[in-house]
């Protein structure tokens, strides 16, 4: 069976820090990754997405960047976190073509800025 | 514009008290939509994909329903266990194809 693993959990970090968030996905090959932020009184908003090692797509404009370096690895970075990046990130990944493929969703991590 | 509306934001029942969620959405032609629980401070689960008008599915107490214009998520006899946050999500032609488009949610609590 898959399995979807994000960490930290949960990160304080006051801003003008770097960031880094880890997704790994063990079970499958070949996945594709999201990563969705979800912010009070919002729903989840698509980041990035890639569908292949090296194959980044950006939804949003924003201050953050993706990585995938590996096959199931994705890396979401930022080199220096504003307010307005604090929320719950969330990990995704599907198989398929992408189209009504169904995402299935890490644990999350909690990101404070201060 | 938002492309998709859940309502009611929140819904408080008694347990056993049956009860629909409306999921509206508005896209230029719907490749899917998605039904998910979450609970607090997890990750969303999946529930279900709809793909055309008419279809059904259902999973224990709770199934889903699609129209051309909403999907509704009616749980029958519900327990405190369901108590969680409802999201809808639809996946539309107009972007990547891989986007999700998720509503705000609806919180969910069923008292004993």
């Known amino acids: 069976s898959q399995t979807i693993h994000q960490w930290p959990a949960t990160l304080v970090q006051p801003v003008g820090s770097p960031l880094s968030l880890e997704c790994t996905v063990e079970?499958?090959?070949?996945?594709?990754l999201y990563w969705y932020r979800q912010a009070a009184g919002r729903g989840l908003q698509l980041l990035f997405y890639s569908v292949g090692i090296g194959q980044i797509s950006s939804e949003v404009p924003q201050n953050l960047s993706a990585s995938r370096p590996q096959d199931r690895q994705f890396i979401l970075s930022s080199k220096k976190l504003l307010l307005s990046d604090s929320g719950f990130y969330l990990c995704?990944?599907?198989?398929?073509?992408?189209?009504?493929?169904?995402?299935?969703f890490g644990p999350g991590t909690r990101l404070t800025v201060l | 514009e938002d492309q998709v509306t859940q309502s009611p934001e929140a819904l408080r029942l008694q347990e056993g008290e049956s009860s629909s969620l409306n999921c509206s959405y508005t896209v230029s032609g719907l490749r899917g939509l998605f039904w998910y629980r979450q609970d607090p401070g997890k990750g969303p689960e999946f529930l279900f994909t709809?793909?055309?008008a008419g279809e059904e599915k259902e999973k224990e107490r709770l199934k889903a329903t699609l129209t051309k214009k909403e999907s509704f998520l009616h749980i029958t006899a519900p327990k405190p266990e369901d108590s969680a946050t409802y999201l809808c999500?639809?996946?539309?032609?107009?972007?990547?194809?891989?986007?999700?488009?998720f509503g705000k949610g609806t919180s969910l609590l069923v008292t004993p």
């Open positions: 999500a639809v996946q539309d032609n107009s972007n990547s194809g891989y986007a999700l488009n």
């Open positions: 079970g499958t090959s070949n996945p594709n």
């Open positions: 709809l793909y055309s």
């Open positions: 995704a990944w599907s198989v398929g073509t992408g189209f009504t493929d169904t995402q299935y």
